[in-house]
């Protein structure tokens, strides 16, 4: 687990690993981890840097390192059985420093150098220096002995924290066990019993006045619990060593109150880069934090970058406004930049290399290119969208003129700009939508999870699942890899189904909305459909919806009602004059009805209820009917003749009747001189070559010629079409010259045959035959595939037969009915005469082959019978007729009905997708039906060209809507999308596989929890009956002393002895009495006044444990440092010795003696002035004045030692100024005394101490003083409250004036 961990940090966050270097202990398993991790590695992977700091001293065989010139690599050899009390540097670490002050054998030399070097490294910022955020340390310790405890105690004094692994042994479980207890619990006895219990025999070595150094070491550890985190196996089984060590530096980071927002960045970036949302989650975005949406901009570019979808969806749950995010298209950019290596990256590539190279001829000056990411621009994306989605589309991106995002070719992409379009226009048509940028960044990198959380965001939610889908299809047929193809199609399928499920709840809530979602026109995606983006993505599943084929069926009958049946369109077709009676129903008037119901029971309502307010809540204006005319009659019957439905049967009626006078002509009426029959068929036909090219160049949709023609002629009728006109062409030019009159007839007889096969089509909009078609289209697909598989058997038997009975026959018309035709016929019966003897006839050949009406006799013997082997020809007939006849026409057969089988379950589905380029043909193709639909395309033409009038836009398939009406549409579509994945994440929690999965969670999560309360509560009975133990030892201590105090003192002397002493004193001796522990935990002892490190020398104090601070608890083994700065250190003045019995510190021992760096002996006077003002006139903030230092890093309030309380220290004239010092110090007076007492300073020893009264001054806004400040630089007003950059003792005086002042600190 250990291992695991470590390399898992190391991996994912790049981090430096250091240790002491040698092969024993947490440094052997160290160098083990990395010696596995670098044998499984493959060579791509990043080297794991760790680094060694060891003693030279303590080093076997160290001689080997030494060179007289150097020696990069150094070769070491590990010599473990003859090393003794030294030590082996392990050869898994890829670095080492080694400390060396010239002694031999000696452990630990090293310990102040790393420390130094681990808070050297602790201050370097990561990134930029104005982030604020500095290189995280962490000091993780497994077992280890006392050298293991001063590394932890330094590492820790300079704010590192540390994971200690319990059960790893020795030091790391003796702190373990004392973790949860309080420090006054930690105590000297104890810290014996936990060594002797993990150290084993080597307890036996450790001297008192160690167990008493160590137990003060771990004393100050626990104390520091911010920074110390134990990880348990038995309750953390669930995690690993990483998260401990995350959760580690989140706690560190988080007790710093002053930190503010660096501190949660600061862990926000930890979390980010282990991937650890879950901490994220329940320790960063708590309710203690307030994180702005721009604060977390970083995180989101972060954690799209590192493709960390669960922290995507983090942080939008937790504030980040995406429009916030991407307001700016230079992120945006910046994201395309670091796209992950991808197909639509490559293609981006292709784009940029290739608008470069294009741009050398315009500009003189070039310069290099830094990167393949620094020359994308959005102009680049926009340009390469567009041709995924197709050129029906607008940009997405405009190109302007005034904005570049190029990074490295600034001039270049300049000019690509001007180049790709209208600016100008396109500017004001296209909009942004941040949710749509996301989505489409996430799509064109095959993203899912990304994908699919941008997806959530979108405000076009139908049309951006549509055009992922056509997207990915396209870059899926483009693509190379047939893998990440296969994965490119499934996810457009995925959003397919998406856009089916939107749609789906939008048209069972409204229909009307949902079929104006479908042909309005989206000015998020290019200004296109949902109808277009579906169609030209092959989406067939959603075309085939109910609702979309509502839509097309109202499209196919215009003006007219759906429910009309076809009969009646029939009858009014002829009979016009029908439709002014009501035999037909228009929309019109199905609308009046409608609203007329409404109406009604909007009445009805208003006379039961007698309410106004529900009618209104649900819509219902009577008043509509008044906008609501009858239709005139011209109206009605341009309502039924511009119905796409009447223009069908008209032109069926049309077809009908061109066929029958083709036929006519043909067979009765085709003369030399064409006759008025033949002249009608050819402007017939005129009409019809009219008619195909204006379909060839109408263009609603913007697709451009280019895609228009494509289109074109993918389609099959529109072949045969070209097809039959052409050959009509020729076969008329033919007919018009006498010499190939007969020839253009032939050709117009097969010109007839293509005619009549094109009379197919119409039957593609009937629901029964439509399918139908489809079916035969794949069946003559794979009957040509069958063909080629039957021409080998006829051509080789054909052959084969023609050589054995024919000889040199020349007659090439005669070989192929002999080698081709008549193999061929024998499939269906027709069985040969000339293989049999019997059958064999010489009148009916010819001998010689003269007779060109007879094929040429087989090669005869001299009694004119044939030679040929008449057993031969039968075995081969036999042999043809078993493969042919039987074995292809029933693997025929077969695989027409694998055809069908495969096809009809897909038929219906393929016909509603065919359906539609038949209904839009119809909807634009002019009312008249030939010939005389020649009179509207003149008209086309006049209205086009002379007249130069724009197209007729119609609003059936595409409509732009007002902005209020877009906005509501689309508001509603939000509110369908929630709805449709809500019931999908219900399905999915009702799917049988979920509730499997969710049992055994449940299943393992109770396992795990009765362990871990098992192992909990028997450690916990331990624990209970070990400190029941230790509370009667102490108490009986307790009792003792008090026995001996009354023995030697007597009565009158324990009544002179001070109340506060007796519990003062059992406090710091007992361990587990409750009473005087709660107490001492507050006040507690003095803590910085204990420090091993005197300030500013070198001396170290005398290791005071916790319950031996009172002077009243005996301390024989007190030894404490002497310390006066006038006499070196070395040693005291005569004089100031025999006055120290005469100061004894208040608080206690502190381990040093003398006066220190303390002015006098005895108590020093310190004066913190505290000055407060109100912020502004309404007295809402209160602040006080502080003296920051250059950076404003750490700012103080103004103080210093003083001879008296009434006067303010002399040091603060040099920092106030003399002016503002003497008007201050003049009303010091005024000043409220907030407190006077003893404070736990560093420089404190036995006989001098710190006491500092605290005096607040407030000051008025108006006052001249405050004029004085402001000229001061380095004085500034800060609010008051907790976050304030002060030490503890000053924090604890604003504490108090704050209270003063009736304000929350």
């Known amino acids: 687990m250990f291992h695991r961990g470590l390399i898992k940090v190391a991996q994912t966050t790049g981090a430096w690993i250091i240790t002491g270097g040698s092969h024993a202990g947490v440094m052997k398993h160290v160098g083990q981890a990395l010696r596995d991790y670098t044998l499984s590695s493959n060579s791509m992977q990043g080297q794991i840097v760790a680094i ?3 003693t030279w001293g303590i080093i076997h065989n160290r001689d080997v390192l030494v060179h007289s010139e150097g020696c990069f690599p150094a070769h070491y050899s590990m010599d473990i059985n003859g090393q003794g009390r030294l030590s082996c540097l392990d050869n898994n670490h890829t670095h080492f420093l080694l400390v060396d002050d010239g002694t031999h054998g000696k452990y630990g030399v090293e310990i102040e150098l790393r420390s130094r070097l681990e808070k050297c490294i602790s201050r370097k910022h990561l990134g930029n220096k104005e982030s604020g955020v500095t290189i995280p340390v962490v000091c993780v310790v497994l077992d280890g002995g006392p050298g293991t405890l001063n590394t932890i105690y330094n590492a820790m004094l300079n704010g590192t924290p540390c994971v200690i692994l319990e059960g790893s042994g020795r030091i790391a479980d003796v ?11 930690i105590t000297i006895s104890l810290i014996s019993q936990l060594l002797e219990k993990f150290f084993g025999q080597e307890y036996e070595n450790f001297a008192d006045l160690k167990i008493i150094k160590w137990t003060k070491q771990i004393q100050d550890i626990i104390r520091m619990s911010h920074l110390l985190t134990v990880f348990r196996v038995s309750e953390d089984n669930h995690c690993d060593v990483d998260v401990a060590i995350l959760q580690a530096l989140l706690k560190a980071s988080r007790i710093s109150e002053t930190l503010g927002t660096e501190a949660w960045k600061r862990q926000l970036e930890l979390a980010i880069a282990w991937n650890r949302v879950d901490i994220a989650e329940t320790e960063i975005f708590t309710e203690e934090s307030q994180w702005k949406s721009s604060d977390l901009h970083w995180a989101m570019f972060s954690a799209l970058v590192g493709n960390k979808p669960q922290f995507v969806s983090l942080l939008l749950e937790n504030g980040v406004s995406l429009r916030d995010f991407l307001n700016d298209e230079d992120t945006l950019c910046e994201l395309y930049k670091q796209l992950p290596p991808c197909f639509f990256l490559n293609k981006l590539a292709k784009r940029v290399h290739s608008s470069r190279r294009s741009m050398k001829r315009v500009f003189f000056r070039s310069r290099p290119h830094r990167g393949k990411g620094e020359s994308i621009s959005m102009t680049h994306v926009s340009d390469e969208v567009r041709h995924l989605l197709g050129s029906f589309t607008k940009h997405l991106y405009p190109a302007t003129t005034t904005h570049d995002f190029n990074v490295s070719m600034e001039d270049s992409s300049v000019s690509v700009s001007l180049q790709t379009g209208t600016p100008a226009l396109l500017s004001t048509e296209a909009q942004r939508d941040p949710g749509r940028d996301l989505f489409l960044w996430a799509i064109v990198q095959n993203n899912r999870e990304l994908a699919e959380i941008a997806w959530e965001q979108c405000r076009d939610c139908m049309s951006a699942a549509l055009a992922a889908s056509k997207i990915l299809k396209k870059m899926a047929q483009e693509g190379n890899d047939a893998d990440e193809a296969e994965d490119m199609c499934a996810l457009a399928s995925h959003y397919e189904q998406h856009a089916i499920g939107v749609f789906s709840e939008c048209y069972n809530c409204d229909e009307e909305r949902a079929q104006k979602l479908l042909v309005r026109a989206s000015p998020y995606w290019g200004r296109t459909t949902c109808l277009r983006l579906a169609l030209e993505a092959d989406d067939k599943n959603f075309v085939a919806l109910s609702g979309v084929q509502a839509l097309l069926t109202q499209i196919w009958c215009g003006g007219l009602s759906v429910d009309n049946p076809v009969w009646r369109v029939l009858i009014c077709m002829i009979f016009f004059p029908l439709i002014y009676i009501g035999f037909l129903t228009s929309r019109h008037d199905e609308l009046i009805h409608r609203e007329t119901e409404k109406s009604e029971e909007v009445k009805t309502v208003e006379m039961v209820t007698g309410s106004i307010l529900r009618t209104k809540s649900r819509g219902l204006d009577p008043t509509s009917l008044r906008h609501l005319k009858p239709v005139s009659k011209w109206s009605r019957l341009a309502c039924l003749y511009n119905s796409p439905q009447v223009k069908f049967y008209f032109n069926i009626v049309s077809y009908f009747a061109f066929l029958f006078l083709f036929a006519v002509v043909l067979m009765i009426d085709f003369q030399e001189t064409p006759s008025a029959g033949e002249v009608l068929l050819y402007i017939w036909l005129f009409s019809l070559v009219c008619e195909e090219v204006r379909q060839l160049f109408h263009d609603p949709d913007g697709f451009g010629f280019r895609k228009k023609s494509t289109m074109y002629i993918k389609d099959m009728w529109n072949i045969l079409d070209a097809m039959s006109i052409i050959l009509f062409i020729i076969g008329l030019a033919f007919r018009l010259t006498t010499e190939l009159f007969y020839a253009g007839k032939v050709l117009l007889c097969i010109d007839f045959v293509i005619f009549c096969l094109r009379l197919m089509a119409i039957f593609t909009i009937s629901r029964t035959l439509g399918p139908n078609i489809i079916i035969v289209r794949r069946m003559v697909m794979d009957m040509f595939f069958f063909m080629f598989l039957l021409s080998i058997w006829v051509v080789a038997y054909g052959v084969a037969k023609q050589g054995i009975l024919i000889h040199n026959d020349n007659r090439l018309d005669w070989i192929m009915r002999g080698a081709v035709y008549e193999p061929y016929l024998i499939i269906f019966g027709n069985f040969p005469t000339n293989i049999d003897y019997a059958e064999f006839n010489i009148d009916t050949c010819t001998m010689n082959g003269t007779d060109p009406l007879k094929p040429k006799c087989p090669v005869l013997n001299e009694n004119q019978t044939p030679a040929f082997p008449e057993w031969l ?3 081969m007939l036999c042999v043809y007729l078993l493969f042919a006849n039987i074995l292809l026409l029933n693997l025929l057969i077969a695989i027409f009905n694998f055809t069908f089988q495969e096809v009809q379950d897909n038929t219906d589905r393929i ?8 209904i839009k043909e119809y909807h634009s193709r002019p009312a008249a039906p030939p010939p005389f639909i020649i009179f509207s395309h003149l008209y086309l033409l006049i209205r086009n060209t002379v007249l130069c009038k724009p197209p007729i836009k119609s609003k059936e398939f595409k409509d732009v809507l007002p902005q209020i009406e877009e906005e509501e549409l689309l508001s509603w579509e939000a509110l369908m999308k929630d709805r449709y994945l809500l019931s999908t994440q219900q399905e999915q929690s009702q799917s049988m596989e979920r509730r499997i999965l969710d049992t055994a969670q449940k299943v393992t999560t109770m396992t795990d929890m009765l362990e871990r309360e098992e192992e909990t509560s028997s450690a916990a009975m331990m624990k209970r009956l070990a400190r029941l133990e230790e509370q009667v030892s102490q108490s009986a201590k ?82 404490p440092t002497p310390y006066t700065p006038e006499d ?11 006055a120290l019995d005469n100061y004894r510190n208040p608080s206690g021992r502190t381990g040093i003696t003398g006066r220190g760096a303390l002015s006098r002996l005895g108590p020093n006077l310190n004066v913190d002035l505290v000055l407060t003002r109100w912020q502004d006139s309404e007295r809402s903030v209160l602040e006080f004045l502080a003296i920051g230092d250059e950076n404003h890093q750490t700012v103080t309030l103004p103080g210093g030692p003083v001879e008296s309380a009434h006067h303010l220290p002399l040091t603060l004239e040099s920092t106030m100024g003399k002016k503002l010092y003497e ?38 806004r108006t006052s001249q003083i405050m004029t004085e400040i402001n000229k001061v630089a380095c004085l500034q007003w800060q609010e008051v409250n907790k976050k304030t950059r002060l030490i503890s003792n000053q924090r604890d005086s604003l504490r108090r004036v704050a209270d003063l002042h009736n304000r929350k600190f």
């Open 175 to 185: 702190i373990a066990q004392v973790s949860g207890l309080p420090v006054t619990r």
């Open 1223 to 1260: 008007k201050l110090n003049e009303k010091i007076s005024e000043g409220t005394k907030v407190s006077t007492g003893y404070v736990d300073d560093s420089r404190n020893t036995d006989n001098a101490w710190v006491e500092i009264t605290v005096i607040n001054l407030h000051l008025d």
């Open 873 to 875: 020809t039968i075995i």
């Open 1038 to 1119: 307790i009792l003792q002393w008090i026995m001996d105090s009354l023995k030697s003192q007597g009565f009158a002397a324990k009544e002179s002895q001070p109340t506060s002493q007796l519990p003062h004193s059992a406090a710091s001796t007992t361990t587990d009495s409750e009473s005087p522990d709660i107490e001492k935990e507050k006040g507690g002892f003095h803590v910085n006044a204990r420090q091993f490190d005197y300030p500013n020398s070198k001396l170290k104090r005398f290791p005071v444990p916790e319950e031996k601070v009172p002077w009243e608890v005996k301390f024989i083994s007190y030894m």
């Open 52 to 54: 060694g700091v060891a």
């Open 1128 to 1138: 070196s250190g070395d040693h005291r003045d005569g004089a100031e010795s025999e």
């Open 911 to 918: 016909w509603k997708f065919q359906r539609y380029e038949l």
